[in-house]
C-alpha cells in the first residue's frame, strides 16, 4: 500500500498523475508481458482519498485524475471516464467522512 508519509513543508500545491499505460511505450511492452497489477477505480479512489485526507488542508489540488488518449490506451481503461472518475470520487469523500487534512497531523 502506498501512503503519505513527509508533506514537505515547503509544498503549496499537488499534482496527482494516474499511470497511463499506452500502446507502442516501453511500459506498454513490460505490461504485455507480465501483465502487473494496476489498480481498479475502487482501489485509486480509496488511495486518493487516504492521500487527501492526510494532505495539508492550505495545499492547493490541481489534478486528481487525468486521461491518456484513448486510442492508445491500455491500461487501466477506467482512466478514460474521467467525470465518472470524478463523481465517483466525491461520492466516496461524502459516504466516508473524508476531507483534505481530516488525518493531517504535523
Known amino acids: 500500500a502506498i ?4 508533506i ?4 503549496a500545491d499537488w499534482r496527482w498523475n494516474v499511470l497511463h499505460i499506452l500502446k507502442g511505450t516501453d511500459l506498454a511492452a513490460v505490461y ?16 486518493l482519498g487516504s492521500c487527501i485526507a492526510k494532505l ?12 491518456g488518449p484513448k486510442e ?3 491500461a487501466p481503461l477506467w482512466t ?16 466516508q467522512d ?3 487534512g481530516k488525518d493531517y497531523h504535523v
Open 32 to 47: 504485455e508481458k507480465t501483465h502487473f497489477h494496476v489498480p481498479d477505480m475502487e482501489e485509486y479512489i480509496e488511495l
Open 80 to 95: 478514460s471516464a474521467k467525470r465518472t472518475v470524478l463523481n465517483r470520487f466525491h461520492q466516496y469523500l461524502k459516504q
Open 8 to 11: 514537505p513543508l515547503f509544498l
Open 3 to 6: 501512503s503519505v508519509r513527509v
Open 72 to 74: 492508445l490506451l491500455i
Open 98 to 100: 473524508i476531507w483534505q
Open 56 to 67: 495539508r488542508p492550505d495545499i492547493i489540488v490541481h489534478r486528481l485524475t487525468g486521461d
